[in-house]
Nanobody
């Protein structure tokens, strides 16, 4: 089992920045990698960014490319998401997730590929 706990959410004005973190505990072997998803009220949970744990390869949704950066600390088993140039449409609950299954192209974009989820942290961007 892997337990995931997010932190760093909050209220920020448009154009501002926030940094989310996700601490993983329990099983020390993360598996293939981790990702961030978000869910706005009345919408489906959507992929934001992902990272392969060992190789460090990163994946981003088109809507956040160039503004968000995902990173991981292998020693601390921590996942981060630096969010810059935030927009009101980035408002959502942000979830981190761990993926243990083997990699295949586009697997990081699919929420059903992730086995473990955190409880989420609210990010609100005011205009």
């Amino acid at each position: 089992q892997v337990q995931l706990v997010e932190s760093g959410g909050g209220l920020v004005q448009a154009g501002g920045s926030l940094r989310l973190s996700c601490a993983a505990s329990g099983r020390t072997f993360i598996g293939d990698g981790m990702g961030w998803f978000r869910q706005a009220p009345g919408k489906e949970r959507e992929f934001v960014a992902g990272i392969r744990w060992s190789a460090g390869s990163t994946y981003y949704a088109d809507s956040v490319k160039g503004r968000f950066a995902i990173s991981r600390d292998i020693v601390k088993n921590t996942l981060n998401l630096q969010m810059n140039s935030l927009k009101p449409e980035d408002t959502a609950v942000y979830y981190c997730a761990a993926k243990s299954r083997a990699y295949y192209p586009d697997s990081y974009y699919r929420k059903d590929e992730y086995d473990y989820w955190g409880q989420g942290t609210q990010v609100t961007v005011s205009s």
